[in-house]
Structures are given as structure tokens and as C-alpha cells.
């Protein structure tokens, strides 16, 4: 039985744009429900179990940070992702410029065009912003098939946490297609 469960396991990553997006904040918000004052470079790699999940899988989420390993260690990971979360933060046009300049070309690179892995564009930092960066985002995501949906967070206040990662579940177990772009929640 243990073994069913893990072959299930979800293993979504959370991949940079740019360094200090927040990719490491978001993960250990969700796991404490706590803005950390203070966070490591890279979160350890953390199983969630499946009966606290939306969708009742065990979840597997690893960070990345470019400090802490190499572009072996990060190919290898795209390799065996189920979904990944590409992360920019709103307030930094750059970070949203490199999803298309780097991120999304290096993922279709390393992954096997025939299992197409999910991507969730996830906008943090939302809590800087008086304005949504969907404007900038969906021209993206029309032209990415792979791209499954986006949303808009902030680690800080905890907004869309939680549904950041159930997105990430969702567009795993059933893939709904391009378009679907959640509205902001406020
Ligand atoms: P690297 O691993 O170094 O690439 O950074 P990272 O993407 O993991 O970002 P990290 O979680 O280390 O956060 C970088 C900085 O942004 C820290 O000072 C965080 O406190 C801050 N930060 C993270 N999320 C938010 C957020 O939602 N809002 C605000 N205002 N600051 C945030
Ligand atoms: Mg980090």
C-alpha cells in the first residue's frame, strides 16, 4: 500500500525568475500558516499528506534556489516534476520578463514533449502592488499551452496560499487546459 502511495506522490517544484521572489517564503507560509521573518536559502523538501490536501494526494513540494545547487541538480528536478510553479514577484517586471526569456524555454528543453508537465505562473508579493499584474501575465499564458493557470499571492499576507497549492494539485489531476485564469481574490 505504502508503495501505491508513493509512486501518487505529487512532486511539484517552485522554480525562480529572478533570486528573492519568494519561492521559499511561499512554501514555509503554507507550512506554518506564519509569514517567517527569517528564511533559508532553499526550504527542505516536504511531503504533505494526502488528508490535509484539497485533492486527497500526498503532495511532495522542493524548493530551488540557484545559491544552494547546481543546473544539474535543477534539470534533474524539472526531470521528475509533476507540476512546477514558476514564481516571479509582481513588483519586479524583470522577474516576469524571465519566464519567457529563460524559464519556459529550459523547462520545454529538459522535460519530454509527449508528457507535457503543467506550469502555474504564480505572481508574489502581491501585498507591494496596487495593481494586478494579469494584464502583463495572460498574453503568456495565451501563447503557452503548457501553462496551465496563474494567481496572484503574497506570502506575507497569506493570500492565495493555500490555493496556489491546490492549483498546483488540480492542474496534476485534472488538467483543465490553457485558459482557466482564476480572479483575483481579494
Ligand atoms: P532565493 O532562494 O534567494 O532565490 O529567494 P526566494 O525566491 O526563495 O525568496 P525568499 O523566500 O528568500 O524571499 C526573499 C525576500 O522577499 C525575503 O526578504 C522575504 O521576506 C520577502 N518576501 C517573500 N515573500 C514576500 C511577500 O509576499 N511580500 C513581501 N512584501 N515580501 C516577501
Ligand atoms: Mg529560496
Redesign the pocket.
Known sequence: AIRTFMSRTKRPIIL?T?????????I??LVSEE???V?P??AEEITIPADVTPERVPTHIV?????EQTDEQLYQEISKANVICI?YSVNNKKSIEKVTSHWIPLINERTDKDSRVPLILVG?????VEHSSMETVLPIMNKYTEIETCVE?????LKNISELFYYAQKAVLHPTGPLYCPEKKE
Open positions: 525562480t529572478n533570486a528573492k521572489v519568494g519561492k521559499t517564503s511561499l514555509m507560509t509569514f517567517p521573518a528564511v536559502y532553499r524548493d530551488y534556489s540557484e545559491a514564481v508574489n508579493k502581491s501585498d507591494l499571492c503574497s506570502a506575507k499576507t
